[in-house]
């Protein structure tokens, strides 16, 4: 999970045959930076893609206190006159798995066990933030 700009804020390891809905949960309990309490003027908002379309994601975000904003399956974002208005944002969490894709390490798992794959991610996404990616090219 990232924020607004990209910045990660929280991490969870799983096998490539578990559906993201399935750890949505899990992702939303990891987050790392205290947040705001959501009110009524400042809602917590939370974007997810269509896979989020289920009962499983909508309880997930409302369990948590984050207003979601889950595109339908098979809805668009058009305009009066039928038109796209603004492209998804799903370019910001995109953004930083190619940050991740310049780790080599990271690429392929190699490591066998799940804790050892998970604190290269937790330093390659440590080093995001500082400016200290360049030299973290493992």
């Known amino acids: 999970m990232v924020e607004g700009d990209g910045g990660p804020l929280s991490l969870?390891?799983?096998g490539a045959n578990?559906?993201?809905?399935k750890l949505l949960e899990a992702t939303l309990e990891a987050i790392v930076v205290e947040r705001p309490q959501p009110t009524d003027e400042a809602p917590q908002r939370l974007c997810l893609d269509k896979g989020y379309d289920n009962p499983t994601g909508h309880q997930a975000?409302?369990?948590?206190?984050y207003q979601a904003h889950i595109r339908r399956i098979g809805e668009e974002k058009l305009d009066s006159?039928?038109?796209k208005t603004q492209p998804a944002r799903r370019w910001v969490v995109e953004r930083t798995l190619?940050?991740?894709?310049?780790?080599?390490?990271?690429?392929v798992r190699y490591d066998k066990k799940a804790s050892n794959f998970l604190g290269l991610l937790q330093l390659a996404l440590g080093s995001c933030g500082t400016g200290e990616f360049g030299a973290l090219l493992f």
């Open 98 to 107: 190619s940050w991740l894709s310049k780790c080599r390490a990271l690429l």
């Open 12 to 14: 969870v390891v799983a």
């Open 18 to 21: 578990v559906h993201d809905t």
């Open 81 to 83: 006159s039928g038109e």
């Open 61 to 65: 975000a409302a369990a948590h206190g």
